[in-house]
């Protein structure tokens, strides 16, 4: 047996237990990874409390968690053994990560480079894919202006980075609070609230939008006069729709091909990958609470196999 975030029906932060389950087995092409660290997401908030149900239902009981980082513990047939032992970054579609143990198909891992600590490499796949397809869809180059809403969050504190190594100009839309994180990495801040628009126009001319907040950010791109096509949403889909702007993510984003290119400007210090708490797996519950707080700089993981 061995332990995993489990849930058996939709709900608040309290359907999230941490429970005894079988230790998965890998089968052909899978390798079964010992989880050191697991990243959380938005996303798997809304899962949770039912927001998809229709669209992309839950099966119970459910795991939960995309992201992962940790160490091979054993392959299925047709995986060449020597891996076992390998330190590696990856990602399930399965709801699975939240665990001591996940089986994925060995095209879902990368190797970790040696320098990321664990809570780094094990916040990286969906945040880290998803800025890296937003930074894309808008066409950032070099002498652009882009401005990104929620830049002190999981996904803005990487989209900001993305952008700026392709050159741009970078203003990052968050709270005072995050002044000092964002100076120290090269980010205009404009602070969010009332004057927002006001603020945005004095700055000049801006060529391209990310939104990784929602709430109204798509109308303020599109009446700052950015062109629809180099505005990008990761959230506000019925404003993608009414205005026709774009929504790349981690659905176009997500591969192990994006994953090793991220860990490797990760590794060479590029991209540095802010985590705001690690918690126990045990502590699930507390560290969703503090993400649906909505107000993190980065990212939170769960380490389930313990702080350390
Ligand atoms: N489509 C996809 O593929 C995809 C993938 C990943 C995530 N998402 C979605 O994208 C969103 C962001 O994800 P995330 O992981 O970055 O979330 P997150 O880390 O929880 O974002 C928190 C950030 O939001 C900022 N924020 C709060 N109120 C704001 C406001 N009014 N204006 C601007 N920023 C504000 C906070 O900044 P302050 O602390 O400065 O207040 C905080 O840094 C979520 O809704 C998530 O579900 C979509």
Known sequence: MSQAVQLHQYGDVDVLKVEDVAQPTPETDQVLVRVKAAGINPGEASIRKGVFKDSWPSTFPSGQGSDFAGIIEAVGEGVDDTLIGAEVIGFTHDRASQAEFVVVPQTQVTPKPASLSWDVAGGLFVAGTTAYAAVRAVDVKAGDTVAISGASGGVGTLAVQLAQLRGAR??????????????????????????????????????????????????????????????????DFAAAKHYGVKTEGNGV????????????????????????????????????????????????????GGVG
């Open 170 to 235: 970078v203003l990052g839309i968050a709270s005072p609070a995050r002044a000092e994180w964002l100076a120290a990495h090269d980010v205009e801040l404009v602070p969010y609230g009332d004057g927002l628009k006001e603020r945005l126009e004095a700055v000049g001319r801006i060529d391209a939008f990310i939104d990784t907040r929602g709430q109204g950010y798509v109308q303020l791109a599109v009446d700052l006069g950015i062109p629809r096509e180099r505005i990008n949403t990761i959230i």
């Open 253 to 304: 984003g997500g591969t192990t091909e994006v994953l090793s290119e991220l860990a490797r400007l990760v590794g060479e210090g590029q991209l540095d990958v802010p985590v705001a708490r690690a918690y126990p797996l045990a502590q699930v519950q507390e560290a969703y609470r503090e993400l649906e707080r909505g107000h993190t700089l980065g990212k939170i993981v769960l380490l389930p």
